[in-house]
Structure formats: C-alpha cells, structure tokens
Nanobody, 126 residues
Framework: QVELVESGGRLVQAGNSLRLSCVAS????????MGWFRQAPGKDREFVAA????????IFADSVKGRFTISRDNAQSTMYLQMNGLKPEDTAVYYC???????????????????WGQGTQVTVSS
C-alpha cells in the first residue's frame, strides 16, 4: 500500500521560508513523478509544483515561480518543497501526490495523480 506523509508545515511570518517534506513508502519511490498541491479555505485544490522521477524536469505554478523550489532524494524516498518569500496568500493545506505509472512526466492536473498524503498546514501571517 502506497503511503505519503507530509511534514514541515507551521505558522510563519510573511517573508520567511519553510521546507516541506513528503516521505513515501509502499513502492519504489524513484520511478514516479510527484507533485505538490495546496488548498486554501473555501477554494479548490490547486497545483503548486511537480517533479519528474529523476528530478530533471520541474514545473511550477506562476504564483510560486521564483520563490518555491521542488526537489527529491530518491535514496531517502523523500520529496521536498522549499518555500521562500512566503506571502499570506500561500496559506493553505499542502498535499503531496504521486502518479501511479512509472516513468510518467510531471503534470499540473490533480486528476493525473493517484496517491495523496493527508496534508500539512502552512499559515503565513502578515
């Protein structure tokens, strides 16, 4: 059974940084594209960033481009989201997600991801 567990979310002031982690278990981590999504209260879940299985391809939402970076350590079965220059509008529950089929490319569509974590809360105060 595939399990994704996020951590690292907390309350921070605007302008500060956070690093989220997503630890995967239950299958070979290194062969699947993965992504980060977020959902703010009253809003739909939205794409944040995604990364290919080998880390060579990364994509970002325009709202976080230049501020967030995504990376992965396949030896540790862990994906990261480094968030710099945080803004109050970044406040949301952040979810990591994994595609089901090996060798798949990262995508912005939540529908293309098959496995999801429970989320970690990020709150940015002004």
């Amino acid at each position: 059974q595939v399990e994704l567990v996020e951590s690292g979310g907390r309350l921070v002031q605007a302008g500060n940084s956070l690093r989220l982690s997503c630890v995967a278990s239950g299958r070979t981590f290194s062969t699947y594209a993965m992504g980060w999504f977020r959902q703010a209260p009253g809003k739909d879940r939205e794409f944040v960033a995604a990364i290919s299985w080998g880390g060579g391809i990364t994509i970002f939402a325009d709202s976080v481009k230049g501020r967030f970076t995504i990376s992965r350590d396949n030896a540790q079965s862990t994906m990261y989201l480094q968030m710099n220059g945080l803004k109050p509008e970044d406040t949301a529950v952040y979810y990591c997600a994994s595609r089901k089929n090996s060798g798949t490319i990262p995508t912005t569509s939540a529908l293309m991801y098959d496995y999801w974590g429970q989320g970690t809360q990020v709150t940015v105060s002004s």
